[in-house]
């Protein structure tokens, strides 16, 4: 898989829109910064530049898998390198004209969190170097704080979605007088001797009338 099967957003979107400060909580101030400012570690300071340890590299913010060890290689830049994402689907590329120099940027598709980049020198058989940064990333099962921030997420959607007197994720009940209850209805059927005699209405069996 090359970067060819990938789909490139022609104009940068800004990952930064709002501050979060869920996120700013949960990650340390360089992961902040690399994930949600595009910001660049520095070479050879990351904790995975020399890993070589098996796994699923994983997104520091939303726990999605991007990265098999299977595919990272010592590039020599400081930073560890990659020749192919797990799945097209898991990151997503962008056109990237800062500093006067056109790259592609990768980013998560499942959260537009700041990976790194890609260039056309690496190894076959892809001939890609996904360049990333060890804040971005997570080795492992996914079990970490990715979880905790989507239940931060579901849960300040419905705060915000609920009014003053509603409780959370429940619907409100009628304030309104109940209703008067209602008897059954009967109904009268005539009696062949004269005498009346009521039953429920369904009830079809005879009625015992003495002579």
């Known amino acids: 898989m090359t970067t060819g099967a990938f789909r490139v957003v022609p104009r940068m979107r800004l990952p930064w829109k ?40 994983r997104c520091i913010v939303c726990d999605t898998a991007l990265f098999d060890s299977d595919t990272k290689f010592d590039s020599g830049t400081g930073w560890p390198s990659f020749t192919d994402a797990i799945d097209t689907t ?17 980013r998560c598709a499942g959260c537009d969190a700041h990976l790194g980049h890609v260039f056309p020198d690496g190894p076959s058989p892809s001939g890609d170097r996904f360049c990333m940064n060890s804040a971005s990333l997570q080795l492992g099962d996914g079990r970490h704080a990715g979880v905790t921030f989507r ?12 009014d003053d007197h509603a409780p959370p994720l429940m619907l409100r009940r009628r304030t309104g007088p109940s209703e008067p209850h209602r008897p059954s209805r009967r109904i009268r059927r005539p009696a062949t001797s004269g005498t009346a005699v009521l039953r429920p209405r369904g009830r079809t069996e005879a009625s015992s009338i003495d002579d």
């Open 18 to 57: 709002r501050d979060n400060a869920v996120l700013r909580a949960r990650l340390t101030p360089e992961q902040y910064r690399v994930t949600q400012k595009a910001g660049t570690e520095r070479p050879y300071s990351g904790r995975y530049h020399d890993t070589n340890d098996d796994g699923t590299y």
């Open 90 to 106: 898991s990151v997503s590329l962008h056109k990237d004209r800062k500093f006067g120099i056109l790259r592609t940027e990768v």
């Open 151 to 162: 239940k931060h997420v579901l849960h300040a959607a419905a705060r915000s979605c609920q």
